[in-house]
């Protein structure tokens, strides 16, 4: 249930205070940052547009200028995050973290790497970080429910879940994540009133309209099961691939096999 990388990159702000040991610090001119933050321009540019080697092209000319700055470090990770250069964007994440320890996206950003990896309890250790740092990050809290999803402690993942929901009630993800969780548990009924209540919030929410395609199947309402799958693709195509379900957004088990069923029986 990992949060999609390439919607919700987590950029920096990127001329903030670093902490630096050094004693001899060079200042730069109000040229160069103007030049820099063109860069940057040109780097967030490339990111929306999907451009993610274009983008840590322009993140490594921010480095090579300024190498003490931690949030051109933390950004160019989130660019090799999106190519799947999992190793050398932990690496990066490693040197923002080294250069400002209390910043806590770095943390939040890696463990998102480490969950890439499978490394689920590194990656919860970087999420209770980010919460040490920042009690009220609902982001933590969905991720910590990630992570504890990968590892199959659907209980915990739940209660992550709700937490962020709590602390953000518009965090869609967070809500959609914690449905799917009740659902693998067998609180199905409370799975399908959450999910009900998301898409009459969210109408144009394809994670939700597939789930709700299953679980309806399920129950035997075809008709109405056939109605969201047909929004769900015409939104989002990539519902059709079962193994990007399982390897990329990452639904729970049962939900997989839930939406296989409608799959194979609707064909």
Known sequence: MIRFFITLLICL???ISPVIAEENINIPTEAQLQAGEEIARQAIEATE???FILAEKFWTELINEFPSNPAVWSNRGNA???QNKIA???GDYNESIKLAPDAPDPYLNRGVAYEGLGKYQDAIADYQKVLELDPEDAMAYNNLGNANAGLENWDEAVKYYHKATELAPNFAFASANESLALYQLGRKQEALTKMRNIVRKYPMFPDMRAALTAVLWEEGKQGEAESNWVA?????SRYKNVEWLKEVRRWPPKMIVALENFLTLDN
Request: proline share 0%.
């Open 13 to 15: 702000s990127l001329f």
């Open 88 to 90: 050398e964007a932990i």
């Open 80 to 82: 090799r995050v999106s």
């Open 232 to 236: 769900t693709v015409g939104m989002d």
């Open 49 to 51: 547009k999907g451009d």
